[in-house]
């Protein structure tokens, strides 16, 4: 069974930055297209960044120029490297692979503090 285990993230002022990680059991890590994901209090889980097996990443409007997505295929890990955060930026934040199937992680939370 697949397991995803997001970590890394915490209560940080606008402005500053978190780096997340997403570690993936298996050997299906390589060869999908992963995804990082958010849900904020009250709304839909939504996709913010995804990333290929072969690094090509695309991101949502609201965070483009500010987080990088990233992968180490020999690690099994997933990354979400978040600059210039902002408070509307605060929600749990989730991998899967993309498009997402399957059982979710818990998530790690992130707040953004004004």
């Known amino acids: 069974q697949v397991q995803l285990v997001e970590s890394g993230g915490g209560l940080v002022q606008a402005g500053g930055s978190l780096r997340l990680s997403c570690a993936a059991s298996?050997?299906?890590?390589?060869?999908?297209?992963m995804g990082w994901y958010r849900q904020a209090p009250g709304k839909q889980r939504e996709l913010v960044a995804t990333?290929?097996?072969?690094?090509?990443?695309n991101y949502a409007d609201s965070v483009k120029g500010r987080f990088t997505i990233s992968r180490d295929n020999a690690k099994n890990t997933l990354y979400l490297q978040m600059n210039s955060l902002k408070p509307e930026d605060t929600a749990v934040y989730y991998c899967?692979?993309?498009?997402?199937?399957?059982?979710w992680g818990q998530g790690t939370q992130v707040t953004v503090s004004s």
């Open positions: 990333i290929t097996s072969g690094g090509t990443t």
């Open positions: 298996g050997r299906f890590f390589r060869f999908n297209a």
């Open positions: 899967n692979v993309f498009p997402a199937f399957g059982s």
